[in-house]
């Protein structure tokens, strides 16, 4: 089983960098490529891709947030930064293990999630 464990701070201000890490523990003998994502859910709204970094390191972006945000991944853990931030970035944010069998992509595991707030 993999355990996802997402960490930072909780509150960041206007025009700073939001920097989140997702600690990755455990193992899967599950097959296929794997994307270490990173989603998040602004408050009333849906969950919003915001990108994935494979374990190749090859990076993937949504087209709303590429201008702003950075992926990276190490052994064990991957990081999510956010700058320039608004409070229009406050939200949940997810981190996930994506994985692609084919052309199929199955987000098995998720994190519990952890609500960053940006202050005016």
């Known amino acids: 089983q993999v355990q996802l464990q997402e960490s930072g701070p909780g509150l960041v201000k206007s025009s700073q960098t939001l920097s989140l890490t997702c600690t990755v523990s455990?193992?899967?003998?599950?097959?296929?490529?794997?994307?270490w994502t990173w989603i998040r859910q602004p408050p009333g709204k849906g969950l919003e891709w915001m990108g994935a970094i494979s374990d190749s390191g090859t990076t993937y972006y949504s087209p709303s947030h590429e201008s702003r945000t950075a992926i990276s991944r190490d052994k064990g853990q991957f990081t999510l930064q956010l700058i320039s931030v608004t409070p229009e970035d406050t939200a949940v944010y997810y981190c996930?293990?994506?994985?692609?069998?084919?052309?199929?992509?199955?987000?098995?595991?998720w994190g519990k999630g952890t609500l960053v707030t940006v202050s005016t």
């Open positions: 455990g193992s899967s003998m599950s097959t296929g490529i794997y994307f």
């Open positions: 996930a293990r994506d994985r692609r069998i084919g052309s199929t992509y199955e987000m098995d595991y």
